[in-house]
C-alpha cells in the first residue's frame, strides 16, 4: 500500500494572510481530500521579530470561513506536535550538529560589519549578486578556514556564530516539480544559507525540512517564489540522509496584477479598490483597517470557487463548483505553469452566481439585517418579496438594501435626465387614469391587476404603454430602470403606489 498523502499549509504570522495563501491552502486541502490524505497547518515563527500578534488567529479564521479547516493545527493538535516552529525550537540544534559532524555544513563567526565588508568588496569588484558562497568562503571567519582549536576556543567562550550549509562547489541539482516538470540549478549559484542563527532558532530553510520529514509530508505544495530555495532543500534532505522520502514538490503559479505585469501586490488592491484579503485586518501597529473580502460582501462559497480557479480549471467548461466538487475534479496536472491574472469582475460573477442560487428566505435575512442597523423593520414575508425581485440585479447581499431602498423609501427626487425625456401629456394621462383605477380597485394589489389595471388606463387615453412605460416607472421609483416593475407595484400595494402618484404628479407637473 502506498504512503498516506499528508500535506501543510506553512504560513508565517507575518500579517494578514494575502489571497495567494489562501488559495495555497485551499490546493493543499484538496489534494489532501481528493487522495484521503490529511491537511496540516504548520505555524512557521521562526523569525521572532517580524512575528505579528493576531496573525494567528487570523489565518485559522480564514480558513474557517471558506470551510477548509486542517485535520492537524496547533489548535486541533495530532500526533506530530508541536504545530509552531518557536515550540519546537529545541528540535533543530540536533540536525543541525548532524551536518556538522557529516561535513554539510560550518560554523561561521563573522560579524555583521565583515559580512558587509565583503559584500562592498564584491559589489566593487563587479559581482552581481554578492553571496557568501564555495568562493566566498574560503576569505570569510569559519570553522573552514580557522584552525580547529581557535574555533573550539570561540565556541567554548561563548562568541556568537551561525551554522551555515556547505554548498558542494561544482553539482547539480535536480528535482521534478510536478507542476514545471524537471528543475535543474547549478550549484554554484546556489549560497551557503544560514542553517541556524545567532540566537539559536533554525532559519526557516533548516526548520521547513526538519518539519517536513518529522511530520511525514508526502507533497509539498507552495508558491512559486519558493521554487528559488528548493535545490538547497533537496540538498538539505539528501545530507540528512532522508532522500529516499523526500516530499514531492509542486510550485503554483503566481497571482499577476490584473494588466497581468508583475506580481499582484497590496498596493495593486488599494490602486482598484478591491481586497486582497480574505478577511478584514487591523494592522496592530498603525491601527489601519483593511476590508476583506468577507466584509465586501462576498459570499464564502463564491470566494472558495474564484481562488481555486486562480491557477487551475478542471479542463472542461463548468465554472461553478461546491467544495465537494472541486474534490472530485482537483489535480495538481490541471495547475497552469504562467501566472494568474487578477480579475476582480471574476470574484463579482461568482457572487452574483452564489447569490442567485439562494433562496427568498436565506436573502431576506440580508436585506432585514440591513434594515435593522437603519432602525427600520418590515415583514418577513414582504423582505422575501423584495429578495426574489432584486436578486437577478444583485451582486452583493447589500445591494438589496442599496439597490432595492426605493421599494421601501419613496423617491424624493426624479433622474433628471428621464424625467426631460420621458415626462410628457401621454404619460401624465395614462398615470391618472391608472391612480382612478386602483383608487376603485377594493381588492390587494398583485402583480397581475396591476398590469391589467396598467394596460386599460393606456388603453382608455389610447396611448401606447410602451411609450409611457419609463415615465410611470420614474414616478414610481424615481429612476429609469430597475426589476420588474409589476413586481414593484405589487409589494407598495396600492395606497403606497397612489401616493407615488400622486407626489410625481405634484412634483414633475400634472398638465
Ligand atoms: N513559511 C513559508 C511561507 O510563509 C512556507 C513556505 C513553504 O511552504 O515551504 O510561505
Known amino acids: 500500500m502506498s504512503k498516506e498523502v499528508r500535506v501543510r499549509f506553512a504560513p508565517s504570522p507575518t500579517g494578514a494572510l494575502h489571497i495567494g495563501g489562501v488559495r495555497t491552502a485551499l490546493y493543499n486541502y484538496l489534494f489532501a481530500r481528493k487522495n484521503g490524505g490529511k491537511f496540516l497547518l504548520r505555524i512557521e515563527d521562526t523569525d521572532q521579530n517580524r512575528y505579528v500578534p493576531g496573525a494567528e488567529d487570523y489565518i485559522k479564521n480564514s480558513l474557517d470561513w471558506i470551510g477548509i479547516s486542517p485535520d492537524e493545527s496547533p489548535w486541533t493538535p495530532g500526533d506530530c506536535g508541536p504545530y509552531r516552529q518557536s515550540e519546537r525550537k529545541t528540535m533543530y540544534m540536533e540536525y543541525a550538529q548532524y551536518l556538522l559532524e557529516k561535513g554539510h555544513a560550518y560554523y561561521a563567526f563573522d560579524t555583521s560589519e565583515e559580512l558587509e565588508a565583503m559584500r562592498q568588496r564584491l559589489t566593487a569588484a563587479r559581482v552581481v549578486s554578492p553571496q557568501y558562497n564555495s568562493i566566498t568562503r574560503t576569505q570569510m571567519k569559519n570553522s573552514l578556514t580557522l584552525p580547529a582549536d581557535e574555533v573550539k576556543a570561540r565556541l567554548d567562550s561563548g562568541e556568537p556564530y551561525v551554522i551555515r550549509i556547505k554548498i558542494p562547489r561544482k553539482e ?12 535543474l540549478v547549478h550549484s554554484n549559484s546556489l549560497d551557503d544559507k544560514v542553517l541556524m542563527k545567532s540566537d539559536g532558532m533554525p532559519t526557516y530553510h533548516l526548520a521547513n525540512i526538519v518539519d517536513d520529514h518529522l511530520m511525514g509530508i508526502t507533497h509539498v505544495i507552495r508558491g512559486e517564489e519558493w521554487l528559488p530555495s528548493a535545490p538547497l532543500h533537496v540538498l538539505l534532505y539528501r545530507y540528512l540522509g532522508w532522500e529516499d522520502s523526500m516530499p514531492e514538490f509542486a510550485h503554483l503559479p503566481l497571482l499577476l496584477k490584473p494588466d497581468g505585469n508583475g506580481k499582484l501586490s497590496k498596493r495593486d488592491a488599494e490602486k482598484h479598490g478591491f481586497p ?61 505553469k504562467s501566472g494568474t491574472k487578477f480579475d476582480i469582475n471574476k470574484a463579482k460573477w461568482y457572487n452574483e452566481q452564489y447569490l442567485r442560487h439562494k433562496s427568498d428566505r436565506e436573502l431576506a435575512a440580508y436585506l432585514l439585517a440591513d434594515l435593522e442597523k437603519e432602525r427600520m423593520t418590515l415583514s418577513t414575508e414582504k423582505a422575501e418579496k423584495i429578495a426574489s425581485v432584486m436578486k437577478e440585479r444583485a451582486t452583493f447581499p447589500s445591494d438589496l438594501w442599496n439597490e432595492g431602498k426605493f421599494m421601501l423609501v419613496a423617491p424624493d427626487t426624479f433622474d433628471q435626465q428621464v424625467a426631460e425625456k420621458r415626462w410628457n401629456q401621454d404619460a401624465i394621462a395614462v398615470l391618472k387614469a391608472f391612480r382612478n383605477h386602483l383608487q376603485d380597485e377594493t381588492e390587494p394589489l398583485s402583480a397581475e391587476s396591476a398590469k391589467s389595471m396598467l394596460a386599460a388606463a393606456a388603453a382608455s387615453e389610447d396611448i401606447k404603454l410602451g411609450k409611457v412605460m419609463q415615465a410611470v416607472r420614474l414616478a414610481v421609483t424615481g429612476v429609469g430602470a430597475g426589476p420588474d416593475l409589476m413586481q414593484i407595484f405589487e409589494i407598495l400595494g396600492r395606497e403606497e403606489l397612489i401616493k407615488r402618484i400622486d407626489f410625481a404628479l405634484h412634483t414633475l407637473g400634472n398638465q
Open 276 to 336: 486582497i484579503f480574505p478577511l478584514e485586518w487591523k494592522d496592530p501597529q498603525s491601527g489601519d483597517m483593511v476590508a476583506g473580502f468577507k466584509e465586501a460582501g462576498y459570499l464564502p462559497e463564491a470566494f472558495l470557487n474564484f481562488i481555486a480557479f486562480l491557477g487551475w480549471n478542471p479542463g472542461d467548461q463548468r465554472e461553478l463548483f461546491t467544495l465537494e466538487e472541486l474534490i472530485a475534479a482537483f489535480s495538481i496536472e490541471r495547475i497552469g
Open 172 to 183: 547539480e541539482v535536480r528535482l521534478n516539480d510536478m507542476v514545471r516538470g524537471w528543475v
